[in-house]
């Protein structure tokens, strides 16, 4: 299940690796309004749309890293979880006992 998550996630964020980003597409609008470039279909990429390309990567790096913490924090609670689960497990056997059954 965790592989084809993982698997899921690669395929999107190859996807949208191919796109230009919010930031860079602004950048893109205001280099070519300012001149920087000779036209918004240009190949070479003004200053502005360099760094909105760099900005949306730090986003990116930024949202990987929170959904690494996400699901390292899930993983955490799932460990927490079976561990209460084994404690009462253990409980209820030690109670039966007290019982005598």
């Known amino acids: 299940m965790m592989l084809k998550k993982a698997a899921l996630v690669g395929l999107v964020v190859a996807m949208v690796g191919a796109c230009d980003g919010p ?3 602004a950048g893109e609008k205001t280099d070519n309004a300012s001149g920087a470039v000779g036209s918004e279909d240009a190949i070479e990429s003004g200053p502005a749309e360099t760094m909105g390309e760099r900005n ?8 990987d890293a ?6 390292a924090l899930e993983e955490q609670a799932d460990a927490a979880r079976d561990a209460a689960d084994q404690k009462a ?5 030690q109670a039966d006992k007290a019982r005598g059954q």
Not at 56 to 63: I, K, P, R
Request: zero cysteines; proline letters at 0%.
């Open 56 to 63: 949306d990567a730090a986003l990116d790096s930024a949202n």
């Open 89 to 93: 497990e253990a409980l209820e056997q």
């Open 23 to 25: 930031q860079e597409q």
């Open 66 to 71: 929170r959904e690494a913490q996400a699901d």
